[in-house]
């Protein structure tokens, strides 16, 4: 299940937003994260311009390059969001988990994991 904010129809956040977020929180790069997910710094940049406008928020601060190099840190707007985004995941997940099982628990075919999308590989 993917969750997604939107602006009217324009999607504004959702699972590729909240990875270059988390991705960013990590290394402190909005180059590095977006190189990890396969995608230009442009591209990445146009991705949270969009989305801050959209929300109404700033999300990363931008630290200028010099002797001690540049880098991105989430605001507090932009980890607070992550944080939500995640917590709401994990509750729909439980949730989805759940009525699964009230469902469909007592079908033979309905083991552990039966609700989950299998791995692509």
Do not use: C
Request: hydrophobic share 40%; glycine share 14%; net charge negative.
């Amino acid at each position: 299940m993917r969750v997604r904010f939107y602006d009217g129809s324009m999607p504004v956040f959702g699972p590729g937003v909240y990875r270059l977020l988390v991705l960013i929180e990590d290394t402190g790069s909005l180059n590095r994260s977006a190189q990890a997910m396969g995608m230009s710094y442009s591209k990445a940049w146009r991705i949270i311009r969009d989305a801050e406008s959209h929300l109404g928020v700033q999300l990363l601060e931008r630290r200028a390059g010099g002797a001690a190099g540049g880098g991105s840190v989430l605001t507090d707007a932009g980890r607070t969001l992550v944080e939500r985004y995640a917590q709401l995941q994990g509750d729909l997940e439980a949730a989805l988990d759940a009525l699964f099982t009230k469902h469909f628990g007592d079908q033979p075919w309905a083991g552990p994991g039966a609700s989950e999308e299998p791995a692509s590989g």
